[in-house]
């Protein structure tokens, strides 16, 4: 005898896909869930980190910067003391030139000449003085450019004096006369002018740099 199934088994197996698809669906949107958590966590575990990084690093450039103002003020005190120290020395190096160089003008005065006035600008001397003939102002700049502390002496003006009279050829004079330099003093000359020249010759290289510098390959 034939056995007829009389159930809706279409029904019931239209339910059962779409319970399946239900769980499938349930399944793929946990997954999706998971792997969109996992993502955002990651994503901000990265951000996070970046940030304190970034932080760290803030806090490192700041540090850094009040360094490099220490530096500079420092430089600055040791560029200020170095040149107190120079002029120091000089004033040590200068205070028994001076003497020598009063001492002479007195030696190297010929007779018949008198200073009335003797001025200092830096390294040059200005003379003004009577004297009984102007041989003996020619006399007197001769003798004081064989001096060891003196050089180029330059006769600014000779002229008659007011209460000169007939037959008396006393003149007024302005002479000025540069002090010569010492050995070290030219030494240190020289050393100021030959790191100039090497810093103007740095310099040039390095705004002539970028212009040497081959460009691109075609």
């Known amino acids: 005898m034939a056995r007829i199934n009389l159930l809706p088994w279409r029904a019931t197996l239209r339910k059962e896909r779409e319970t399946r ?11 999706t869930g998971v792997i969109f958590f996992g993502v955002y966590y990651y994503i901000d575990f990265i951000t996070e980190h970046q940030k304190q990084r970034n932080d760290f690093l803030s806090k490192e450039i700041k540090q850094a910067e009040k360094k490099i103002e220490e530096i500079k003020e420092i430089r600055k005190k040791h560029e200020s003391l170095t040149k107190r120290i120079e002029i120091i020395h000089q004033l040590q190096t200068s205070r028994p030139e001076i003497v020598h160089l009063f001492n002479d003008f007195a030696k190297k005065m010929p007779t018949g000449v008198f200073y009335k006035k003797v001025a200092q600008t830096e390294d040059k001397f200005t003379l003004e003085g009577i004297a009984q003939s102007s041989a003996r102002v020619s006399s007197l700049m001769r003798q004081l450019d064989e001096s060891a502390y003196f050089e180029k002496p330059n006769l600014v003006i000779i002229q008659a004096t007011p209460n000169a009279k007939e037959g008396n050829k006393e003149s007024e004079f302005k002479l000025m006369i540069q002090q010569e330099k010492s050995k070290a003093e030219k030494e240190r000359i020289e050393k100021e002018k030959a790191e100039k020249e090497r810093a103007e010759k740095a310099k040039a290289a390095a705004a002539a740099a970028p212009a040497a510098a081959p460009g691109p390959k075609k």
């Open 21 to 31: 698809f239900a769980i499938h669906t349930g399944i793929a949107l946990a997954i």
